[in-house]
């Protein structure tokens, strides 16, 4: 743990907004135990699905839009780093463009995947855009398509999903 | 992200989330979850630098065999390379801390696919065919 601690954005979002004169933000609170599937077998054999919320497409797919896409866009796992773009409009995308993996790990978990950490990269990765304003939204369109992007994974079955947010 | 790891573990997939926004990922109360301390944007590591983007990910799956009790977050121990000053005026992603963005940080929630490259409008506008 480093010396300052973890940024409370919560904190600092809620004193941003009240500056702004917005309204405070209403974040997601979900008090109840998390629903929980076990694992069933070791990662170094696991076929594992990355779901990152950076905005991420490849050429040929129709970018994200910035008012709340909750579409989901797949990309071949096989895809170098270098022809996945990103697109956001609540980060700042220029790291991220110059190196996708800081974002949108693919390259790296390949070479997982050669050095045996992780069994196998599943066929596809899924890539959406986070900041979605709605809660409801997000549970209601955004989990389901990515829950049937897993669900329907071409190649083997998913055993464990990764989520990288930005 | 916190949302879709519940509804995903609900259906039976076992999920590991990273954050670097602790405070937003214990309001949402994911499965699983794995801290690190870095400004938002760089969730996986700083650009060009596969040795400790790799690291990272390395104590991920490592963190994923660890937790047993559902609503844990573990910490890995990664950091930014340069201090903790980022952190004095980190609000949002847009004005990490890194990079800055005075004000009102929030960019318009434009209703058009905004591409990284005008050749990637090009090319979807030509490939209506292919599944997104």
Sequence with gaps: MSANGPVDYIQRTREQYARLGYDDYRWAERKETPPWAPITKPVAESNVALVASGGAYTKGQVAFHWED?????????????????????????????????????????????????????????????????????????????????????????????????? | MGLVARTLEEAGFPTICLTAARSITESVNPPRAAFVDMPLGYTAGRPHEPEFQKDLLRKVFTAVEEIEIPGSIVDLDISWSEGESWKDKATSGLNNGVNSAEGDSRQPRLSEPQYQYEEDRVAAENNTGREK
């Design chain 1, 69 to 166: 896409d909750t579409g989901v866009r797949l990309i071949p796992s096989g895809e170098p780093a270098s022809d996945v773009r990103v697109t956001h409009f609540a980060y700042d995308l220029e790291p991220a463009r110059e190196d996708p993996n800081i974002v949108f790990p693919t390259d790296r978990l390949r070479e997982l995947v050669e050095e045996k950490t992780i069994g196998s990269l599943a066929t596809n990765s899924i890539a959406c855009m986070g900041g979605i304003y709605s809660a409801r939204r997000a549970e209601e369109e955004l989990a389901p398509s990515i829950l049937d992007s897993v669900s329907n994974m071409p190649g083997p079955p998913v055993d464990l999903v990764l989520l990288v947010p930005v």
